[in-house]
Each structure stands twice: as C-alpha cells, then as structure tokens.
C-alpha cells in the first residue's frame, strides 16, 4: 500500500496545499520535458500537461503501478538517491519537487537534502529549472538539550502546540537542526539555499506561495462530505492564489482572508510552505 492509501490521501490532499499556478508560470514547462518528482497523486502531472509540455514524466518511491493520461510516463520505485542512475544524465528542462524534500528518509536510504540536489543537477540540462516546494522549519526544542539530538517522542511530549504535533505525527515528518542546533522539522532556506549555489544553481525566487492548512475536526464526517470539503478548499484557494500578478507583499493579505474563510469550513493547523525556484548555471 502507498503512503498515500495509508493516510487516505486523496481525500486529504484537497484540503491541505494548492501549489499549482503560485507554484508553476506555465512559460517555464511550455514545449519542455518536465519531471514531476515523487507525483503522489498526479495532479500536477496533469496540470503541467495542461500547460503544453512537451512531456512529463512522473515518479513514486513506491514500486505500485499507476494508470495515467497517455503522455505522462509513471516509472516506480525511484528513491531520492537513484534519481539521476534512473532518468538519465540532462533528461529534462523543468524538475518539480513539491512537498517531498522535506521526507527524503521516506524510501530507507537515509538522502539528505544534499544529495537530492546533486541528483537533480545531474538530470538537468543547463539552464534548466529546479523548482522545489516544503514546509519550512519548525523549531520544537528552542534551546538545544544536553544528550544530542531528541527522539520525535521527546520533542512532542507536552508541546504547547497540540495541533501542530499532530500534523507532524501524522505526515512522519523526520526531525531537522536548526541553526542554533535546536531541533524541529521541515527545512532551512539558508541551508538549502546554500547548497544548491554549491551544486551549480542560481536562486531565481525565494517565497512563501501559501500556507500547508491541515484539518483537525474530521472525525465523524462521510467520505462524500469530505470530497466536498475538499472541493470547496481548492476553490477558495484559486481564488485566493491564482494571481500570477500579484506581488509579494500583496500575497500576505490575500493568505489572511483566505485563511478566514476556510475556518469557517473546518478547524486547522497552518505553518507556510517555502518556494525555492533555481536555474542550473549554463
């Protein structure tokens, strides 16, 4: 079973993160070979195919086959490390990792975020687009421990955050450093930043497209409520997100209200998700 049937994805997938047009201008997939790396459900697969690439090929850690529209090519069973031994040496113009570099323990072969980078200017031709999307850092131990690094057991235990401990339990998110060496989860935008300029790349944006929004109060609710639910919250955020003119410090407002309006659908927990768009240098 895949991570995504275990946790009921496709039901919450909807309600949690938007990241279609705030995450891809359709000039930079256009007429390209476009890897949508670790797809999950293949929305965004289709979306890019929408937008007039050339062709799109889509990932899973998992080995489970997948059935999809005829010009998207699903290969299994490609783990963070095997990324440029199983696509090929400048395989594509445009790879998109949204919400996967933050769980690169996900396939056992323990890939940092280091080596996803250097996979991914492997595959890249130059001049090539990285665009990369995560929750961004969390610290759950303000001040670092004697003893090393807290288990996620010690870090969670009587948080003051009850919602947000929740969400990290559920998505199994693996523990993080921070700067000061307090640990958390999600990533560090200096750090990722750093490391992809030492592996050739020059940081086009830097942002935060939208917040992850995941629910709290479903209990009790039907699977046909849910889709609902789910249908209404990807309304409401294209309406909120789908600018592709409206500037960074207009994109605050606009979160604020959206988030207003889903809590009138459901309770949540929000923290922001991180844009990182880089070009392999030439």
Do not use: C
């Amino acid at each position: 079973m895949s991570w995504e049937e275990h946790r009921s994805w496709h039901l919450m997938r909807p309600l949690v993160y938007y990241l279609r047009e705030d995450l891809i201008t359709p000039a930079w997939v256009s007429g390209r070979d476009v890897l949508d790396f670790s797809a999950g459900l293949g929305d965004l697969s289709d979306y890019v195919l929408a937008k007039g690439a050339r062709s799109v090929t889509a990932t899973r850690p998992e080995h489970d086959g997948s059935g999809s529209p005829d010009r998207i090519t699903w290969l299994g069973g490609v783990a963070a490390g095997q990324i440029a031994s199983r696509l090929g040496e400048s395989s594509f113009d445009v790879a998109i990792a949204r919400m996967v570099f933050q769980f690169p323990t996900w396939e056992g072969d323990r890939v940092d975020p280091d080596t996803m980078v250097q996979e991914f200017a492997h595959i890249l031709r130059p001049g090539g687009r990285l665009v990369l999307a995560f929750h961004q850092f969390v610290s759950f131990e303000p001040v670092p421990s004697s003893g090393g690094v807290p288990s996620v057991d010690q870090m969670l235990a009587g948080d003051d955050r009850p919602g947000l401990a929740r969400v990290i339990r559920y998505l199994g998110l693996p523990p993080r450093e921070g700067p000061f060496g307090e640990t958390g989860f999600g990533l560090k935008v200096p750090m990722l930043v750093t490391t992809l300029q030492g592996h050739g790349f020059e940081i086009e944006v830097a942002d935060n497209p939208e917040p992850f929004t995941m629910p709290l109060d479903l209990d009790g609710r039907s699977e046909h409520e849910i889709v609902e639910l789910g249908r209404l919250t990807m309304d409401i955020k294209h309406r909120y997100l789908s600018d592709p003119d409206q500037s960074p410090y207009e994109r605050p407002a606009s979160v604020r209200m959206m988030l207003v309006e889903l809590a009138d659908l459901y309770e949540f927990v929000a923290w922001p998700i991180v844009r990182i768009v880089a070009r392999l240098g030439r």
